[in-house]
């Protein structure tokens, strides 16, 4: 009799061990648009750090090759509703192509935070909340302060990323619009990087070689503001036209610092990562959270770069 309790003890031990490891092993799975950008790993030490604080869950961090791998976007969202994660923190690559699977998540009673860029409108009941900076105010910012350097005339160049995203949407359109408004300065480009570097490279040469008289010039990502910022020196351009980038990691910030950029606005996107885990897991329990959320933006120029304020958002 001893023998069969003993058993019968064992087994329930193993079944608490067993529940006791799933209940420690709840999946939010962060899905980004690419995982080759120091921006995007900057969210996942955000997410990571949510996550560390938040008993009985655990995340997954992916992305494709590229923030222009829209399909494969989509399968790992896909598959994260396969494996039924607990929840799901979603940087759309596109606004339009994710909304189905967006769709499926909320269907199969999966929350979804959206980061970084919005859905569109159709979308707008399939997840619980957005986080991101405010990419149109972000853009007017940028505008502001190129109409303060160079003046209400001339030529400035834009050199974007992928054109669509909401990310991109706002964050160019806010600069171009802001800038036919405020002033009478002709706008050359956009230019579509794709979010490559090199492609910027190439892009800005161009520019700047085919605009002899051109006054500013502003690069409106990571990569693309990475490959300006290198053309501008390899043309001997440094100092000689106001440049603003977008993002702030080492590159841009080198590049802030020996006078190539006149500033970059910087996101806040460890805390993209950090606060959209935590408001999916909210939701996931139960909580009520706003539906937008504003993770900030600074404008960090030479003057203020080692201002508390900025090595906040510095990565």
């Not at 709840?26 to 990571?48: L, R």
């Not at 009673?109 to 980061?115: A, M, R, Y």
């Given at each position: 009799m001893r023998k069969i309790v003993s058993g019968i003890l064992g087994m329930v031990a193993s079944v608490a061990l067993v529940t006791g490891a799933?209940?420690?092993?709840?999946?939010?799975?962060?899905?980004?648009?690419?995982?080759?950008?120091?921006?995007?790993?900057?969210?996942?030490?955000?997410?990571?750090?949510?996550?560390?604080?938040?008993?009985?869950?655990?995340?997954?961090?992916?992305?494709?090759?590229?923030?222009?791998?829209?399909?494969?976007?989509?399968?790992?969202?896909?598959?994260?509703?396969?494996?039924?994660?607990?929840?799901?923190?979603?940087?759309?690559?596109?606004?339009?192509?994710?909304?189905?699977?967006?769709?499926?998540?909320?269907?199969?009673?999966?929350?979804?935070?959206?980061?970084?860029?919005?859905?569109?409108?159709?979308?707008?009941?399939?997840?619980?909340?957005?986080?991101?900076?405010?990419?149109?105010?972000a853009g007017e910012l940028v505008a502001q302060m190129m109409i303060d350097k160079v003046g209400k005339t001339g030529k400035v160049a834009v050199m974007s990323f992928v054109a669509g995203v909401g990310s991109e949407i706002g964050r160019v359109g806010g600069f171009i619009e802001y800038i036919k408004a405020n002033s009478d300065i002709e706008i050359v480009g956009p230019f579509y990087s794709q979010s490559q570097m090199a492609l910027a490279l190439n892009q800005t040469t161009d520019v700047l070689s085919a605009n002899g008289d051109l006054k500013g010039i502003y690069g409106a990502s990571e990569p693309t503001a990475i490959g300006m910022a290198r053309a501008i020196v390899q043309s001997g351009k440094a100092g000689k036209l106001v440049a603003i980038g977008f993002d702030g990691n080492k590159d841009l910030q080198d590049f802030v610092r020996d006078g190539t950029l006149d500033a970059i606005a910087v996101q806040s996107s460890f805390q993209m990562g950090q606060l959209g885990v935590n408001a999916v897991i909210d939701v996931a329990e139960g909580k009520t959270v706003e539906k937008f959320i504003n993770t900030g933006l600074v404008m960090v120029t030479k003057e203020n770069i080692d201002s508390a304020e900025a090595q906040n958002v510095l990565y």
């Open positions: 799933a209940a420690a092993d709840k999946e939010i799975a962060v899905i980004v648009k690419t995982t080759n950008s120091n921006f995007w790993q900057n969210v996942n030490k955000g997410a990571s750090s949510a996550v560390a604080k938040a008993e009985g869950y655990d995340i997954t961090f992916q992305g494709p090759e590229s923030d222009t791998a829209i399909a494969e976007q989509v399968n790992l969202v896909q598959n994260a509703i396969n494996r039924n994660v607990a929840g799901i923190v979603l940087a759309p690559s596109d606004t339009e192509a994710l909304v189905p699977v967006v769709k499926s998540a909320n269907e199969n009673g999966i929350p979804v935070v959206i980061i970084d860029s919005l859905l569109s409108e159709s979308a707008e009941s399939y997840y619980q909340a957005f986080l991101a900076t405010d990419n149109r105010k």
